[in-house]
């Protein structure tokens, strides 16, 4: 044991039980950031800070929600939105963040692709972040479906019937996951310990999991250069911070990120206070019938593209169905991002518009992304059903073909 | 020493072996934890009296919580001896209300003679056969039993069997 003497205060009777100022320096004040980095680097702290906004309201809402078929409508839409003190505030902060949390997420993905935030070294961190959007997109659909709305019904309904798609066992796959021939009860009550339990606690594990990939490759920066950052550190604690080319995350980085955390929450609560029936259906304020299908459907806009992807393939190509060629493309849209380390096989790491070819490529996919969310959300008739077939293939075809074919011609030019 | 070498990696397999076989009892007890209760199972069946049905009507009903489209075919519909329930020498087309895409209701268009679903644009005729869009499949039939004038849903009646047999 150690040696515990007489404290002089509360900070070392816990410094000398739980070493507190070492476990400070190591999660905080010796862990090292570039100081060359821009606003985008911040979008972490605000991930996390929205997730803590969502884990809080959600404690707030599931206190008043009765997952029944018959009271999970009203425990939404009269008991928290009505008579429950501010239920209307948890409720639109709860509804909002979790739709803001997707753009964050998405701008958050596209910086580490623009700066190869995910190569060399980084592959973890980059798999680990895909998890946590993996997880989220099952966090937030699972939470959808509770206020048992329409919208949230037939979602429920079209998302279990996907897993029929699958080889010999879908059919009974989707009566196994729904408890039920149709969604109902059973479904409902799942999908809350799912939203509730078991999915919070996964992503608590996967975002400590995020954060621990960082410490030993650390941050990439706005110049993708590779920092010595035992140096630079050094350089920082012998008192030369002004040539060191990093800064303490405490008090330094976390400084500038309280800022535009700041500047966030601003956006945050003018959407929730005026803006909020962006993450309302109307159709979801009707409650959920079996019996009848709403004209249109549509998921959330932050699973559009990939909606798009799936029913993009609307006539059959070679004699395979339609509908297995949507739900496979569907399937190598949720995954192919995972690969994009072993897809993009150059060893340059260098932000995109130092890598000519590399940089249309990155802005015809995000364009490209832009119109599959778009026409995800029209109905899929006439020619809008063309310009979702042309752009699911443009979007298979940057992944799947180009990005292998560039990183090799980089390689083959560089050298 | 070699002696109890083997005695530690005995220990070691006899713990593992325990610990496989209470592993795979617990998964089967937790998949079957996630399975249709058996009140859910016993879902009864469901009878139509369709003697009062008008040529071109569509009727709606619910069985095992799916809609189930019954459409009494009228002269200007196209028979089809392969899907068509003969009730009382009328032709209906009896389905299940789901598009075989991802499951949902496909609206009847009267003047147009069609099922439309909105989700994905899926076309079906009346005989609920698929005609456009990403529907892989016809409308599936609920296994179906007639009795006179009636229909009773969820039972495989001879006419049923035939009918799968020669699908």
């Known amino acids: ?415 | 020493m070699a002696t109890s070498e083997s005695r530690r990696s005995f220990m070691g397999v006899a713990f593992g072996t325990v610990a496989a076989v209470g592993g795979v009892f617990s998964l089967v007890a937790m998949k079957k934890t996630w399975d249709p209760l058996p009140s859910v199972k016993a879902a009864g069946f469901t009878t139509v009296d369709l003697s009062g049905m008008q040529a071109g009507e569509l009727r709606t009903i619910e069985w095992r919580k799916k809609p189930i489209f019954i459409l009494k075919k009228d002269a200007s519909m196209a028979k089809d001896p392969k899907r068509d329930v003969v009730v009382d020498n009328a032709a209906y087309t009896v389905v299940i209300g789901l598009c075989t895409h991802l499951g949902c209701i496909p609206a009847y268009h009267p003047s147009e003679q069609i099922f439309k679903c909105a989700c994905h644009g899926g076309e079906f005729d009346t005989s609920g056969k698929n005609i456009f869009g990403p529907p892989p499949r016809p409308l599936d039939i609920p296994p179906f039993k007639i009795e006179g004038t009636k229909l009773v849903l969820g039972e495989e009646g001879p006419e049923y069997k035939k009918m799968t047999k020669e699908a």
């Open chain 1, 1 to 415: 044991m150690a040696h515990i003497r007489k404290a002089n205060g509360l900070i070392d009777w816990l410094d000398q039980r739980l070493a507190v100022h070492k476990l400070f320096d190591v999660l905080m004040v010796k862990y090292w950031i570039p100081k060359q980095i821009n606003f985008l680097w911040a979008m972490g702290v605000i991930l996390t800070t929205l997730f803590a906004v969502l884990f809080v309201t959600g404690l707030l809402l599931v206190m008043y929600y009765k997952p029944d078929t018959a009271l999970a409508f009203d425990s939404v839409n009269k008991t928290i939105m009505q008579e429950v003190d501010y239920g209307w505030l948890w409720r639109h902060m709860h509804g909002v963040a979790a739709s803001v949390i997707f753009l964050i997420i998405y701008i958050h993905m596209f910086t580490g692709i623009y700066y190869g935030s995910y190569k060399r070294g980084r592959e973890m961190i980059w798999v680990s972040g895909m998890l946590l959007f993996v997880v989220f997109s099952a966090e937030a659909f699972s939470g959808y479906m509770l206020p048992w709305g329409q919208m949230s019904y037939w979602a429920a309904q079209v998302i279990t019937n996907l897993f029929g798609g699958i080889p010999f066992i879908g059919p009974e796959l989707v009566i196994w996951i729904r408890g039920d021939y149709a969604v109902s009860d059973p479904t409902l009550t799942r999908f809350f310990m799912l939203h509730v339990c078991l999915l919070p606690i996964v992503i608590i594990s996967i975002i400590a999991f995020h954060f621990y990939s960082l410490r030993i490759p650390h941050v990439n920066n706005e110049i993708s250069e590779e920092l010595d950052f035992d140096l630079e550190a050094e350089k920082y604690m012998a008192g030369d911070t002004r040539n060191s080319k990093v800064i303490p995350f405490w008090p330094g980085f976390l400084s500038k990120d309280f800022m535009y955390i700041c500047l966030f929450m601003i956006f945050f609560f003018y959407l929730v206070c005026f803006k909020f029936e962006f993450a309302m259906d109307p159709i979801n304020f009707d409650p959920a019938d079996a019996l009848k299908t709403p004209p249109h459907i549509y998921p959330e806009w932050y699973f559009l593209w990939s909606y798009e992807v799936l029913r993009g393939f609307f006539f059959d190509i070679g004699g395979i169905k339609a509908f297995n060629i949507g739900l496979a493309a569907f399937g190598i849209a949720q995954v192919i991002f995972f690969l994009l380390p072993w897809l993009d096989r150059s060893e340059v790491v260098k932000p995109a518009h130092e890598r000519p070819l590399f940089f249309i490529w990155f802005w015809i996919l995000l364009i490209d992304m832009i119109v599959l969310t778009i026409y995800g959300k029209l109905p899929p008739t006439g020619v809008n059903a063309w310009v979702g077939f042309y752009a699911s293939i443009v979007f298979l075809l940057l992944l799947l073909v180009i990005l292998p074919i560039i990183t090799i011609m980089e390689r083959k030019g560089a050298k």
